[in-house]
């Protein structure tokens, strides 16, 4: 099995960064999509980014220009650079991958984190 522990949350006031990392562990075989998404207090799950294993990236339009992901895969690490952040980008930030183990006959799935949370103080 794939375990996600997601770190780097925190408060930090608006126009402020911040580094939000990715660690899969335990049997993994092999990552496809490593994804972020966030969900603010009353709102549903949101797309955030996207970094194929080939390094093309995705963005919504509203962290466009302003976030960064990245990818180690000799650490099975997904990063999220946070820049000029803004009240709106509060929210728990979630890691998901796709990803099969690395025992016979693991296949695909997608895994998720716990979240990290992030605070913007305006």
């Known amino acids: 099995q794939v375990q996600l522990q997601a770190s780097g949350g925190g408060l930090v006031q608006a126009g402020g960064s911040l580094r939000l990392s990715c660690a899969a562990s335990?049997?993994?075989?092999?990552?496809?999509?490593m994804n972020w998404y966030r969900q603010a207090p009353g709102r549903g799950r949101e797309f955030v980014s996207r970094?194929?294993?080939?390094?093309?990236?995705e963005y919504s339009d509203s962290v466009k220009g302003r976030f960064t992901i990245s990818r180690d895969n000799a650490k099975n690490t997904v990063y999220l650079q946070m820049n000029d952040l803004k009240f709106e980008d509060t929210a728990v930030y979630y890691c998901?991958?796709?990803?099969?183990?690395?025992?016979?006959?693991?296949?695909?799935?997608?895994?998720w984190g716990q979240g990290t949370q992030v605070t913007v103080s305006s």
């Open positions: 998901t991958v796709y990803a099969r183990g690395s025992s016979l006959g693991s296949t695909y799935q997608w895994y």
């Open positions: 970094i194929t294993e080939l390094y093309d990236t």
């Open positions: 335990g049997s993994v075989g092999s990552i496809q999509d």
